[in-house]
């Protein structure tokens, strides 16, 4: 893992963005995986001024994202469907028919999981996977105690999770209690992974992350298995790691 230390949320955007921009350079036809929360919302505001400023092209990029809420119509103004719409989607050249999320008002939500799974792995698999992580150490919407060798499926979502997404919401009872969700399987497929984390809230989080042994009642671990996994993390979040862990992390 490498770990690259920015100064504020600011910074953690504009290191996220540049990473993922160089990405669309290097690969036109990058397969993207998308994240939503607050932690990405300063990374997609970067991309969208840079394809303002300096028109890099979406056209042959196709993206997936992480996770959906089950029953909760796309229109929903909570959606993710909404969400990336409204963050990214309208403001960029990405044809409509290349950006996907799983559907969680579908009729068979097995067979939908399973469709979702295909179209990942027919479109030549995720080049690149953004990732914010939950204050639990969940990662798209792998709870604690989620297989390892999950791929996309349904989950119950913990209370915790409700919780900290009740923000968005009139009230917590209106927070979805299933999800559509990558697995973490799915996700270590992914070619290369970004991970991004902000703020004092996630600082238990990183730290589990580095310092506690690989185990699924911490989902993100998982991501020391991989190959290419960046993470960027800013310095409230980075309030517990030691500097000698920093530096040994910056491989
Ligand atoms: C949400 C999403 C995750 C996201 C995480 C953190 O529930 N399903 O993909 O990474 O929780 O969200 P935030 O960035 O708002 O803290």
């Given at each position: 893992m490498k770990l690259i230390q920015a100064k504020n949320y600011e910074d953690m955007s504009e290191k996220a963005a540049a990473y993922i921009i160089k990405q669309v350079h290097s690969k036109s036809n990058s397969v993207l995986g998308l994240a939503t929360g607050g932690t990405v919302i300063g990374t997609y505001n970067r991309l969208v001024e840079d394809y303002k400023q300096s028109n890099t092209s979406y056209s042959n990029v196709h993206t997936f994202n992480l996770d959906e809420y089950v029953a909760m119509p796309r229109s929903d103004q909570n959606s993710y469907h909404t969400y990336m719409d409204k963050q990214l989607f309208r403001h960029i050249n990405l044809p409509e028919d290349q950006s996907f999320l799983p559907d969680g008002m579908a009729n068979d939500l097995q067979e939908e999981c399973q469709r979702y799974e295909r179209l990942i792995k027919d479109s030549g698999g995720i080049d690149l996977q953004l990732l914010g992580i939950g204050q639990n150490g969940h990662i798209g919407f792998n709870e604690p105690g989620a297989s390892f060798d999950s791929v996309t499926h349904i989950v119950n979502l913990t209370e915790s999770t409700r919780k900290a997404n009740a923000r968005y919401f009139e009230s917590i009872d209106k927070v979805p209690t299933q999800a559509i969700t990558m697995g973490i399987a799915t996700i270590m497929k992914s070619k290369k992974?970004?991970?991004?984390?902000?703020?004092?809230?996630?600082?238990?989080?990183?730290?589990?992350?580095?310092?506690?042994?690989?185990?699924?009642?911490?989902?993100?671990?998982?991501?020391?298995?991989?190959?290419?996994?960046?993470?960027?993390?800013?310095?409230?979040?980075?309030?517990?790691?030691?500097?000698?862990?920093?530096?040994?992390?910056?491989?």
């Open positions: 992974i970004l991970l991004l984390v902000s703020g004092e809230s996630k600082a238990e989080a990183i730290s589990r992350l580095i310092n506690e042994p690989i185990h699924n009642n911490n989902p993100s671990s998982v991501l020391k298995n991989h190959p290419d996994v960046t993470i960027i993390a800013d310095e409230d979040a980075l309030s517990l790691i030691k500097r000698e862990q920093k530096e040994v992390l910056s491989l």
